[in-house]
């Protein structure tokens, strides 16, 4: 499912956590001061999301968690939300009848990137080997993709919700651990390791494929600046629920036309008196 891109560790952007490169003179005020990240759930949302939610908090424990949002229609109101928590940025998570989707936003000046959720392997789901610490700051490193235009927006909200602040109370001053951003067939890949002994890099865990979807320009909110165009393919879950509605369906048009014939059997079926004068 991951291809291995050539000649990307020679180029690889490396951004510590709390750090970007072209930043401008507010950003590196709230560097210095430290930002917080607010993390909200949709309410009623599945068991799965709900352990996207845990998994997020476990590997970032400078995320807070705020309560479940009711509204869906209403999305601009996580704005207030993130600023009465005294968070700048915020990560939203909700759900549609067949997708999960996942919100990255600027409450203050914004912009907002929504990405679909494709696929999601949790800490538990797989037989990750690594093990890193739970309050180490973690490194962030880009692939050269996300030095284009199109992608800058994309790895200076990733950096700003998956880093930490310099001056964080809960993370510790070394570096433990690994956040990679790749881009593959226009997705973000997205995977944590653990620096071992001899410099060994080990997975941890989790390993998540976002589809970006829609790009506004302000807080949760406001103008449309990129929208995405394609056709969604659809997952093996989808195809099964077709393939057993198909099956449904086949069934009852069976059964109906099986009615059809008994009642047409018993209306051509020749009467008592009938049968008695055909001698």
Same mark, same amino acid.
């Given at each position: 499912?991951?291809?291995?891109?050539s000649?990307?560790?020679?180029?690889?952007?490396?951004?510590?956590?709390?750090?970007?490169e072209?930043?401008?003179?507010?950003?590196r005020?709230?560097?210095?001061?430290?930002w917080?990240?607010?993390?909200?759930?949709?309410?009623?949302?599945?068991?799965?999301?709900?352990k996207?939610?845990?998994?997020?908090?476990?590997?970032?424990?400078?995320?807070r968690?705020e309560?479940?949002?009711?509204?869906k229609?209403?999305?601009?109101?996580?704005?207030?939300i993130c600023?009465?928590?005294?968070c700048?940025?915020?990560?939203?998570?909700?759900?549609?009848?067949?997708?999960?989707?996942v919100?990255?936003?600027d409450?203050?000046?914004?912009?907002?990137?929504?990405?679909?959720?494709?696929s999601y392997?949790?800490?538990?789901?797989?037989?990750?080997?690594g093990n890193?610490s739970?309050?180490?700051?973690?490194?962030?490193?880009?692939?050269?993709?996300?030095?284009?235009? +199109?992608?800058? @927006?994309?790895?200076n909200? #990733?950096?700003?919700? &998956? $880093?930490?602040?310099?001056?964080?109370?809960?993370? !510790? /001053?070394?570096?433990?651990?690994?956040f990679?951003?790749?881009?593959?067939?226009?997705?973000?890949v997205?995977?944590?390791?653990?620096?071992?002994?001899?410099f060994?890099?080990?997975?941890?865990?989790?390993? +998540?494929?976002l @589809?970006?979807?829609l790009? #506004?320009?302000?807080? &949760? $909110?406001?103008?449309?600046?990129?929208k995405?165009? !394609? /056709?969604?393919?659809?997952?093996?879950?989808?195809?099964?629920?077709?393939?057993?509605?198909?099956?449904?369906?086949?069934?009852?048009?069976?059964?109906?036309?099986s009615?059809?014939?008994?009642?047409q059997?018993?209306?051509? @079926?020749?009467?008592?008196?009938?049968?008695?004068f055909?001698?």
């Open positions: 499912m991951f291809k291995r891109i000649g990307e560790r020679d180029s690889l952007s490396v951004l510590s956590s709390g750090s970007s072209d930043e401008s003179s507010d950003e005020h709230d560097m210095k001061n430290g917080k990240t607010a993390i909200i759930g949709a309410r009623g949302i599945s068991y799965s999301s709900r996207v939610i845990n998994d997020v908090m476990a590997i970032c424990p400078y995320v968690k309560s479940k949002f009711e509204s229609k209403e999305i601009s109101k996580i704005a207030e600023e009465l928590s005294n700048s940025h915020g990560i939203y998570i909700s759900e549609s009848r067949d997708s999960t989707f919100t990255l936003g409450s203050k000046l914004g912009p907002t990137i929504k990405y679909r959720l494709e392997f949790g800490i538990h789901d797989l037989f990750f080997e890193c739970k309050n180490s700051r973690p490194l962030l490193l880009f692939s050269p993709g996300f030095d284009d235009k +199109i992608w800058k @927006e994309h790895k909200l #990733l950096s700003k919700c &998956f $880093g930490a602040a310099i001056n964080h109370k809960r993370i !510790k /001053p070394f570096f433990d651990r690994v990679y951003f790749c881009l593959f067939e226009d997705k973000i997205i995977r944590h390791f653990e620096f071992g002994d001899d060994e890099i080990r997975e941890v865990g989790p390993r +998540i494929l @589809e970006p979807m790009v #506004l320009e302000g807080p &949760f $909110g406001g103008k449309v600046s990129w995405n165009v !394609k /056709p969604h393919m659809p997952s093996a879950e989808d195809v099964k629920k077709v393939l057993k509605s198909s099956k449904r369906n086949q069934k009852r048009a069976s059964n109906l036309i009615r059809e014939r008994k009642l059997a018993v209306d051509n @079926e020749p009467e008592y008196e009938d049968i008695l055909q001698q």
